[in-house]
């Protein structure tokens, strides 16, 4: 019932399904030879097929093929043989062929799935109902002019996969989760980089409410959506729209939807009479794709290491559990700069699951704060790996150990370095840290008095201040045993 | 006096009874004094000079040097405008050179100019060009005869002695009914023979180039030169193209040639089916062995392309919209409004009219009732040749219902134009290679045609009997 969401008369299921469009990771489009690089000069990247100049045919990019069904394979789905591509008809300005060339009936791929895992250990398996093969559009520029609108058709043509799902989705969590295993995959695969701020990654959302048990309710389309953190507040906001309709007796229009970031709003941008009829049928400048099983093959031995694969490997060899293997394996960046630090050292064997919370909250809460990604940090894995070793072999404090992070950050040394540079090396020398404890009792005779007579929660104080004498580097268990001694021969 | 063979004028060239600029300059003049026919979209002098000039620099040697070449205006050409005979693409010059002409000039052609045809290829009688009609050369000072079409232009250009070749281009006639009705020879090769890569495209499961020349020769000269593999067009045959030429051969004798029944329509002109008898007692005279055929689904076949061309057309066409080239309507206020009002004053009515058609025969509920039924009855008709053609090896038919018919005539009634592609279409559907020579006249001394259609990428075969024939025809 977790899942369920209040209305002001009834609790309401979200049921979702995600057409996730990823860009294809490939040097040249998916018809032409032109370049794919984002961020060129507009229309500097821009074939005469792209243009759709009279005369000018399509010619399949063999790599895109590849790149489609490597996906497939890694989204545990079934590669057809057989598949057509056909012309889907609009007009559009951005749009130079006045179609798209796109996959209706016979898909590249079909049937597959993926899962994603909780917080709690269970986990949950999304169905994929395809992935096609299909063009993208080139973009349209309203802002540059105050009368006109300008064409770019560098993204014209490059070529994208539509991963549909099932409609097996039931919260914005889910949503967000089914997009980041879809990308985490994608990135393993190396088959779209992933990234969504410049769009490589976007998804249309397909959103209806229901009574728990009854039948789907109608449902509209959110367009284009290119960040989780939209994706979840669209549901929220569409879901929220659809039970206030529903719960004053209205019915869900059947409408296509345009989420507005700034308002956090969705707005109808068609209905269903306005629908486009897009007047599919099969490309005749194109001969149907025929993929031979051997291909597929060929394709199938050169999938690398897949998260799936990896994270039961975590599981298994550091006895890490399900979710926090799953956060290590959700992107190849990660998993990388964990296996790169617990194999700097022997020793760190021992200590996976310190190892992932240095990583996961102490370096990943340190790049959040300063925008960056794994793949620029400025600690190494290696680096990272020898600071939990002074932890562990207890050189150095756990609190000492987030400073020296921070400087690591910062100055981009070592840990080691910083360290011995600093003098943060932690004081386990018996002799010295009684010297300071004898200094800190006979400074405070009147706070000892008042500990002796029964304050215990004095002895934290104690603590502090022979820490702060010893500038923190005082072992914390050494420091304690003696201190409790000490003041327990007073008496 | 310049022969009509480019056989022979390439052997007056290499005797240097003539010289390049001698033969090009003589057909300049001749085209000058031909302006009247309206035969050509682009024609501009210094053009073919300097490309003569260019040629004069060359010593290599060409197959095709210094012959002078008509282009459909179909074909998109780096040195001359291409305007698919449209007002949408009036002022539009490619930067690039179609794949056909291309070889052509690899192989040392010069062009003319550019002929005029029918909006997009969209038509009969070359009456449907924005620039005007094309006068049949053939026509009586009194009544001027419609050239046919769609490439009209190109037919009428060799029939009026204007070039030595021409290319043209066939998407259910458009080489062979203007060939039959100009008295020329026109084939139209299998379909992927010549690639499509840069002709402006009508129906891409449809359209192919050919050529049209004064003889059977000549046309296996200039198919040797427009033929061959493009990786550009995904359509394209990887065939070794033969060398027709060399190859021909006028003996065909226990070769086996079809007859189909189908082909005998009530309302054909006696002297259409005249012509055909005779041309079968001339070819059972040379040791043929005459076999009748049966095509069963020949009825379906024009109905079936004039829903399956149009529908690729609606599609083809989408990209004259204003936005990148071309023309572009002055009266805009929305996006609607340019692709509404630059597509409404930019196409003729022809086009205007497939383009709907097409539109509609696409459109949801209507998909499966009309284009996939099509697409199944093209197959039909596919597997009638195949079948036919494991009894037989060529299949020879009139070309058409009639003789050039008078200009204007059928222009009000797209139905009775459309039935001009009867004996046409259905090779097309299939993709078959199929030639029109001029055999015979009707009534009025103006010329018919009769068409070979042979195996798939058997042009040789085609070309073969072709000569046969017109080596009879005395």
Sequence with gaps: MDNLIKGDKHYWEMVIGLEVHAQVKSNSKLFSSSSTKFGSSPNSQVSLVDAAMPGMLPVINKYCVEQAVKTGIGLNAKINNYSVFDRKNYFYADLPQGYQISQYKYPIVGEGKVTIDFKDGTSKDIRIVRLHLEQDAGKSLHDQNPSKTYVDLNRSGVALMEIVSEPDIRTPEEAGMYISKIRSILMYLDTCDGNMQEGSLRADVNISVRKPGEEYGTRCEIKNLNSIKFIKQAINYEAKRQIEILESGGTIEQNTMLFNTATGKTRPMRNKEEAHDYRYFPDPDLLPLKIPEDDIKLIQSSIPELPDDLKNKFIETFKLSNYDASVLTAEKQTSDYFNDAINSDPDLKNFPKIIVNWITSELFSLLNKNNLDLKNSPVSAKNLGQLVKLITSNEISGKIGKDVLEEMFTSRKSAREIVNEKGLKQVTDQGEIEKVIEKVISENSKMVQEYLGGKDKLLGFFVGQAMKETKGKANPKILNDILKSKLIKKN | ?474
Excluded at chain 2, 163 to 181: E, K, M, V, W, Y
Excluded at chain 2, 315 to 337: F, H, M, P, Q, T
Excluded at chain 2, 433 to 453: T, V
């Design chain 2, 1 to 474: 006096m310049i022969s009509k063979s480019i056989k022979k004028t390439l052997q007056s060239l290499e005797q240097k009874d003539i010289s390049i600029r001698e033969l090009n300059q003589e057909y300049i003049k001749k085209i000058k004094e031909k302006s009247n026919l309206n035969i050509f979209i682009h024609f501009e002098e210094q053009k073919i000079l300097d490309q003569v000039t260019e040629l004069e620099k060359d010593n290599s040697n060409k197959r095709l040097k210094g012959i002078p070449l008509a282009i459909k205006d179909l074909f998109c050409t780096k040195n001359m405008p291409t305007t698919a005979a449209s007002k949408i693409l009036e002022n539009f010059n490619p930067t690039y050179e179609s794949f056909v002409t291309q070889k052509l000039l690899d192989d040392g052609a010069i062009f003319v100019g550019k002929t005029n045809l029918d909006e997009f290829a969209m038509g009969s009688a070359t009456d449907t060009s924005y620039f005007g009609n094309t006068i049949n050369p053939l026509s009586a000072d009194d009544t001027p005869l419609a050239p046919g079409g769609s490439s009209g232009g190109s037919a009428a250009a060799v029939a009026a002695n204007l070039c030595l070749g021409a290319t043209g281009t066939d998407t259910g006639g458009s080489i062979r009914q203007p060939a039959s009705f100009c008295g020329v020879v026109g084939i139209k090769p299998t379909y992927g023979l010549c690639s499509r890569w840069g002709i402006a495209a009508f129906a891409s499961s449809l359209d192919q180039a050919g050529v049209f020349t004064h003889n059977v020769e000549d046309a296996s000269i200039l198919l040797e030169s427009s033929a061959g593999f493009d990786k550009r067009d995904s359509t394209s045959a990887n065939v070794k193209i033969p060398n027709y030429f060399e190859n021909l051969n006028d003996d065909i004798s226990g070769k086996t040639i079809g007859i189909p029944k189908e082909y005998s329509i009530d309302g054909t002109p006696e002297e259409v089916s005249q012509i055909w008898e005779d041309a079968i007692k001339v070819l059972e005279k040379k040791g043929v062995k005459i076999k009748n055929i049966s095509l069963p689904h020949t009825k379906y076949a024009l109905p079936t392309y004039y829903i399956i061309a149009p529908a690729e057309a609606s599609s083809n066409l989408a990209r004259y919209d204003g936005v990148k080239y071309g023309y572009r309507s002055k009266e805009i206020n929305s996006l609607d409004e340019m692709y509404e009002n630059t597509r409404g004053q930019g196409f003729g009515k022809e086009v205007k009219r497939r383009i709907l058609i097409g539109t509609y025969v696409l459109s949801a509920g209507y998909y499966d009732a009309y284009y996939l039924k099509a697409q199944k009855v093209r197959k039909l008709i596919a597997n009638d040749f195949n079948e036919a053609f494991k009894e037989c090896d060529l299949i020879v038919t009139p070309t058409a219902p009639s003789a050039a018919f008078p200009l204007h005539q059928e222009q009000d009634d797209p139905i009775k134009m459309y039935l001009n592609d009867v004996f046409t279409v259905p090779a097309s559907l299939a993709g078959l290679p199929g030639i029109s020579i001029p055999y015979g006249k009707d009534k009025n001394n103006l010329p018919l045609g009769i068409q070979i259609l042979g195996k798939h990428f058997d042009e040789q075969q085609v070309l073969n009997g072709a000569l046969s024939l017109e080596r009879s025809n005395g």
